[in-house]
Structure formats: structure tokens, C-alpha cells
């Protein structure tokens, strides 16, 4: 709920400072095309399986989802036509706000990691599938951060 409530405060600062909102919007396009660029271009064999460190991850997806252009619009866009100026109670309103979108967004990718899950034994099975599906990986994100960028 907290992290909610940091993406609102976040959303102002880059509502109120027009180009800092477009130089994150160019850092992230920058990004998403050198991560494209990377998965198009690795060469040799699959590499070693991810070594998961207590807090890494989750620090990693504060960081993305604080600095989410689109996360912070659709905040700037969606709590205001659930808030009524004349009865909205604070702090509560937007806690219940933010706890139902964080309980959504939980359940979605639960089931996505569990349809990944399933789908992995079989990808790695067939290494051309999975470096093809490497390359489409890179293309998919070289056109967003293109598509971004603009």
C-alpha cells in the first residue's frame, strides 16, 4: 500500500516538471531498446540459470514500477473519478484504492508466473524455439522503446 502511495507521490513531482517526466520517458526508452539490442544479438549458449537474491527483485520492481510512465498516468488519469471531493476521506480512500489494485495486480501475475511455469519445460526443451523466442523478445522491446521514444 505504502509503494502505492510513493507512485502518487512520484506522479505529482513528474505532473508539476513536465521535462524531468521526458527525460524518464527517453531513459526508459534508451533502455528497453539496449535490452532488445542484447537479446537479439547474445551469442552462444542459454546462460546460467538466475542465482535470486533475498531483496534484489524487489527493490528492482520498486524502482520500475516508482519510475512506470504509464503507471504513474494511469494514477494521474483513474483515482480522480473515484474521489468526490466533498466526502473523501484522505489517506483511507486512497490506502483502499491502492490495496485493491495491489491485490489485482497479485492475482494477474501469480497466474502468469504459473502459465510460465508450465510453458518453461517445454521451451527449453527446443533450443532454436527458445532462441527464436529470444530474438522476437529483443525485436518486441526495441519497437517499444522506439514507439516510446517518439
Known sequence: MLLWLAVLGVSAVLHAHPLLFKALQYAGAAYLVYVG????????????????????????????????????????????????????QGVFTFGAMALTIALLTLAYCLTLVGF???????????????????????????????????
Open 37 to 88: 539490442l542484447r537479446l537479439i544479438f547474445r551469442r552462444g549458449a542459454a546462460t546460467q540459470p538466475v542465482r535470486i537474491q533475498a531483496g534484489h527483485y524487489f527493490r528492482q520492481a520498486l524502482l520500475i514500477t516508482l519510475l512506470n510512465p504509464k503507471a504513474i498516468v494511469f494514477y494521474m488519469a483513474f483515482f480522480p473519478l473515484f474521489i468526490d471531493p466533498q466526502t473523501q
Open 116 to 150: 510460465a511455469h508450465a510453458v518453461t519445460a517445454q521451451v527449453k526443451a527446443h533450443r532454436p524455439l527458445a532462441r527464436g523466442l529470444e530474438r522476437l523478445a529483443g525485436l518486441v522491446l526495441v519497437a517499444f522503446g522506439i514507439k516510446l521514444a517518439q
